[in-house]
């Protein structure tokens, strides 16, 4: 009978299966990295929100400075801004806060240059939806409003559209809320004002969240220990292979 064949080397399989391990290694390594970037994008944020938010306010944004508007550079900044209310141009938007269901009051402002600015007044629960329950709140003359710079929310939320012509409103849409007031050219954004307290307590402001997940570090870490495993899982692979082949080689007959 012919002797058994000497084992074929495991080399190139183990090369191939290594280039695969290197890829997914590498991959799970660049994702690890990328959430350390997003790491430190996220604290810089936080940070420079927090300084925005309990700066001395400064004058809201001249209208010839809107096209310059941006979320990373002016939301969330403290602004102050004089006018008259258009109440009669009022909308009100579903909103749900830690004092449950209801709605934001956004009343169009026009301040003396003529340049109007939608104002979050505040949160109002279901029952006090209506105009004439806020009439005790809706003080004449020219008023000082202090808050912050909130960007558009456009396309209304999630799962739910705005409704315009039925006066349905889920998400502050400034373009959109303009268009159906009537209110001619807006600020792109607008203000959410502080806690300064109205009659009765309605609108209630001053319910602006300020909250930005970072889970960036537990996700960084996910990633890297994922990597560290597909390594550690080649190389116990790579380990068994060759053992094994060393095996073949001891018991195979010499030549």
């Known amino acids: 009978m012919p002797s058994p064949a000497a084992p074929p080397s495991p080399l190139r399989s183990l090369l191939l299966w290594g280039f695969a391990a290197l890829a997914i290694v590498c991959g799970l390594l660049a994702l690890g990295v990328w959430q350390v970037q997003r790491l430190a994008w996220k604290t810089d944020l936080i940070a420079r929100v927090e300084a925005r938010v309990h700066a001395a306010a400064v004058p809201a944004p001249a209208q010839d400075t809107w096209p310059a508007i941006t979320r990373a550079k002016d939301e969330y900044r403290r602004v102050q801004l004089t006018g008259e209310f258009l109440y009669d141009r009022e909308t009100t938007v579903y909103a749900v806060t830690d004092f449950g269901a209801g709605y934001w009051v956004m009343t169009p402002l026009r301040d003396d240059r003529g340049a109007v600015t939608l104002i979050n007044r505040g949160f109002v629960p279901t029952e006090r939806r209506a105009a004439e329950s806020l009439a005790a709140a809706q003080a004449a003359g020219p008023l000082t ?34 268009a159906a007031r009537d209110l ?44 560290a495993v597909a390594a550690g899982m080649y190389l116990c692979f790579a380990r068994h292979i060759w053992l094994e082949y060393r095996r073949a080689q001891r018991s195979a007959p010499d030549a």
Request: overall charge negative; proline content about 8%.
């Open 184 to 227: 001619g050219a807006v600020a792109p954004y607008f203000i959410d004002a502080d806690a300064a307290a109205n009659p009765d307590g309605y609108p209630r402001g001053g319910l602006t969240r300020i909250t930005f997940p970072n889970s960036h570090l537990s996700y960084a870490l996910t990633w890297f220990a994922m990597a």
């Open 145 to 178: 409003v202090t808050g912050l710079i909130r960007m558009t929310e456009p396309h209304g939320a999630f799962l739910r559209a705005n409704d315009p012509a039925n006066d349905r409103w889920y998400s502050r849409d400034v373009e959109a809320i303009a």
